[in-house]
């Protein structure tokens, strides 16, 4: 008996897959969990578990389609569009879609999305939205920037670049609000004024603001902007840089004062009176 037991083989340890590979059956669930960090919440209908945040059905996106008219058929530029929802709704109102994604990881989601949901006409780019408006001739009927222009690095670049390839254009973004800073020595007041710079945009000077991540961008879910060097500007400055670069009609909602993070608005921003364009801004090479 003793004999027997000596001689009795140990249990083999389990085979486990390669980590490259998916050991399960195919499902959407699968290109979900290959990606971690998910803020967009699918509908039900696509049965799977992704993020909480970002609604397939933002009333944002739905009300600058309201603002701009019919997108069937308009040809649409999405700058910063993060995992693809709402290329999904401008995709659902019949817009033909070009969207340019800097976040690796968020362009391989909006791939994923495009597979999930089925997104023909769109077409998704990865790098740097600035340089692809200023190397790239298309002007577009409309061009979508939410959650964009408070994580770039040159906000008044990319306001004359987009300016040029467009006369209409949706904003939603986080603002300055400079004009609450405490009129006072203390830390807070003294920390904001060191931060305030001035851009020059056609020969004006706008205020903004220097802004950190602060280690944000650890986060998986990290969504913001290519380098931790990003400018806000105040409300004012942005308005200022639209009048300057031609829009003569500005339309506000989704006001927040405070916002969870800090004040913000939605602007659509339209060029209506002829002639009034944007000077094509100079390509990199040219700076």
């Known amino acids: 008996m003793r004999d027997r037991i000596l001689r009795r083989k140990p249990t083999p340890a389990p085979i486990k897959p390669f980590d490259s590979y998916e ?24 049965g799977v578990v992704a993020g909480n945040g970002v609604a397939f059905g ?33 995709h659902r109102r019949g817009a033909e879609i070009t969207a340019v994604e800097a976040n690796k990881d968020a362009f391989l989601k909006c791939l994923i999305t495009k597979e999930i949901v089925g997104l023909p006409r769109a077409r998704f780019h990865l790098g740097d ?32 670049a987009v300016a040029a390839r467009t006369d209409a254009l949706y904003l939603w973004t986080h603002f300055m609000d400079d004009l609450s800073i405490p009129d006072d020595d203390s830390p807070l007041a003294q920390g904001l004024r060191q931060t305030r710079e001035l851009g020059e945009l056609s020969g004006r000077q706008f205020v903004m603001y220097r802004h950190s991540y602060v280690g944000a961008n650890l986060a998986p879910a990290f969504c913001g902007g290519i380098y931790d060097d990003a400018r806000w500007l105040p409300r004012r400055s942005i308005v200022g840089a639209l009048e300057t670069l031609g829009f003569d009609s500005v339309e506000f909602a989704h006001e927040a004062t405070p916002h969870p993070n800090l004040p913000a608005f939605s602007a659509f921003a339209r060029r209506t009176a002829p002639g009034k364009t944007s000077p094509v801004p100079p390509t990199a090479e040219a700076r």
Do not use: K
């Open 23 to 46: 050991w399960r059956a195919p499902s959407a669930q699968n290109c979900i969990d290959l990606i971690p960090g998910w803020n967009t919440r699918f509908p039900d209908e696509y």
């Open 58 to 90: 933002d009333p944002r996106i739905s009300w600058a389609i309201a603002r701009y008219g019919s997108v069937d058929g308009a040809r649409v530029l999405e700058v910063g569009p993060m995992e693809g929802a709402h290329t999904s709704l401008l």
């Open 129 to 160: 939205c600035v340089l692809f408006l200023e190397q790239n001739e298309t002007r577009y009927d409309l061009i979508v920037a939410c959650g964009v222009l408070y994580h770039m690095r040159e906000p008044l670049r990319f306001l004359q």
